[in-house]
């Protein structure tokens, strides 16, 4: 059996001294800087590391390994930044790096929160743990330096925006995870948002199927409820990214609202749609609200918010594109998941959105073969939702200009709004099979097929739009 040495002593030490202490037990109140992902060790028991840091020793820090038999005795840290009291755990080294062990059977640990405004009680803590008369202070203190000194995790690459991703490409992000479900399959879905706007993205020329698809900020299998789209910020897409179950650390994003850093993350496009996926390559880490690139993306979202401009979607500059007028001004400007969450479910607002598809959409089908009336089903998009909008009756015949003697000059109206530059429509025109809709303004107005489920049986139509030629 390995031999113990006993107890340095029963106060706390700095890390760098802690550090000498090799083949004995200390005790340490510090920061954690960065969160492993819990697992199962060679043996019988769960392993889960933590590296920590104080203002003895900042970087890189040093490696606590925790093993406990059952997983909810685990230590669960909230968020990097929080701080960790840990008694009696053992310093050890191997191949020149030192780090601690927390035994299940003599070591103890208590979580508290990292934030200034938290109070003096800790959020967890193992059985064996006995707080002592210097723990406020010590909690204040290192509180105090987390202040000018948080601790920031590092990736290998410098963190991207969502503005910026790219197919295919491995990158780092820093955001906010909203809300989190569980597919069909069993995996995870995050849905994170860091204040900046997807690109648009190329678009397919099956214009028909895309139509026929339903469309929201949600899947179909995954209907988010009012509730949970009400707590979304009204600019600035929402991505939803797919996690196996193999990342623990999702469990404890439950709750919403975590800043979190996604290391090694790929982006794909599925109808149009950007969507995430963590590589089993992939990390999760979690970072505190305090963390210097969650302050910068909310700053960046609060100077958005304080401007009208700075809310349109951020291609949409220099300005929408003026294939079509309103007739009337709608102020104010309203994104899409706005007016989803909207308080009243029939209302009126004025977009900027992106005509993604529409059925019919080739112009010797507009009209109903029976009446001779306009009946479109058009699917808008801008950065924070996609929904469906129809245009009917006396609503198509301003959007069309009345009735065109031919189908060239509607055809011709069309290939615009739905970004076609081949004046047939064919699948290969540009010159990477693709079209890029541009942003146009319309006016919107919600109704509800059900009055016993207003909010369930909502639907838009587009009104007092013209599409010009």
Known sequence: MEERGPSVDSAYLPIRDARKCIHQRVNIFAAVSSIGAEKKSRGTDYVVSLKIMDQSYMEPGISVNFFAEDMTKLPHVRSIGDIISLQNVEVRIH??????????????????????????????KSAKYHATNHDDEFLSQIRTWLLDNPPIAVGKDVPLLLRRIKLDLAFDLVCKVLHVSETSKGDWMLFVWDGT??????????????????????????????????TFPRVGSVLRVFASKSFKEIAHLHGGNQWVKLCNMICG???????????????????????????????????????ALENYPMTSFPAPSHITVLDYDYKPYTTLIQSLTHPEVTHKCMCIVRV????????????????????VRFTLEDPTARIHAYICGEDGVKFFQGYPTTEE??????????????ADGEAGSDDDGGRN???????????????????GSRRYRIFSTTLLG
């Open 197 to 230: 706007d997807t690109p648009p993205a190329k678009l397919r020329f099956d214009l028909e199927l895309q139509g026929e698809r339903p469309c929201s900020l949600h899947v179909e299998e995954l209907p988010l409820t009012i509730e949970v789209l009400c």
């Open 356 to 375: 993604v598809a529409a059925y019919p959409w080739q112009a010797k089908d507009l009209r109903s073969p029976v009446t001779g009336r306009y009946r």
């Open 95 to 124: 191949r020149g790096d030192v780090y601690c062990v927390h035994n299940k059977k003599f070591s103890a640990f208590a979580l508290f929160q990292g934030k200034t405004t938290s109070g003096l009680i800790h959020y967890q």
């Open 437 to 455: 809709p541009p942003w146009v303004w319309c006016c919107l107005k919600s109704y509800y097929l059900d009055e016993n489920n207003p909010r």
């Open 409 to 422: 000059v509607v055809t011709s109206k069309m290939d615009k709004l739905l970004g076609i530059t081949d």
């Open 269 to 307: 496009l599925h109808d149009g749609m950007w969507n995430g996926m963590l590589q089993p390559s992939s990390e999760v880490l979690l970072l505190s609200d305090e963390d210097w690139i969650a302050r910068q993306r909310l700053k960046t979202y609060d100077l958005r918010l304080a401007t």
